[in-house]
């Protein structure tokens, strides 16, 4: 899955694939290879490479609409797009005029519904929250409309691909 990750201000390309039981993530360009492990609900447990280990906790910032990060005693202010379909156009060529079709990124359970059919919405607003693999991910509206349709329910099981919301 392609992401835009802006961390403290600075947006990068980040893409991630499941390698087996590891994750190989290329961040502008540059790739690492991951194992991660969840220690608590909070903190992650991440050995990049041949073992250099982080401990990782992850909070949600609701005020910033973003995470809060701690990488050992280093924090970071992160805010992640929806996940960036492969052909997919990116943020800044996107014809305007045509619907954002906002899909599951992947199999997971719908934690919280953000919007209501005819809403309006702010670039950036979270729309619907997906738990997978133990981890809320937050989708997003990629510029201002308004929610034209919700097929996203609260406790409803979705596969990767299926569609949730339609902004106008």
């Not at 992850?58 to 280093?74: E, F, I, Q, S, Y």
């Not at 989708?139 to 308004?146: E, I, K, Q, V, W």
């Not at 609260?154 to 106008?168: N, T």
Request: charged share 25%; net charge positive.
């Amino acid at each position: 899955m392609k992401y835009e990750v802006e961390v403290n201000g600075r947006v990068r390309q980040v893409v991630v694939h499941r390698d087996g039981g590891r994750f190989a993530i290329s961040v502008d360009g540059r790739l690492f290879h991951v194992d991660a492990a969840r220690l608590d609900a909070s903190r992650l447990s991440l050995i990049v490479g041949q073992g250099t280990s982080y401990e990782v906790g992850v909070t949600p910032d609701k005020a910033a609409r973003g995470l809060n990060v701690r990488v050992g005693t280093m924090p970071f202010a992160v805010a992640v797009n929806a996940p960036r379909q492969a052909g997919r156009q990116d943020a800044g060529e996107q014809d305007e005029s045509r619907p954002q079709r906002i899909v599951a990124p992947m199999p997971g359970k719908i934690v919280r519904v953000a919007v209501a059919a005819g809403s309006a919405v702010r670039a950036r607003q979270t729309v619907v929250v997906i738990e997978a693999m133990k981890m809320e991910n937050e989708l997003r509206a990629s510029r201002d409309g308004t929610v034209g349709e919700l097929h996203a329910r609260e406790g409803a099981s979705v596969e990767a691909g299926e569609l949730l919301v339609v902004i106008q």
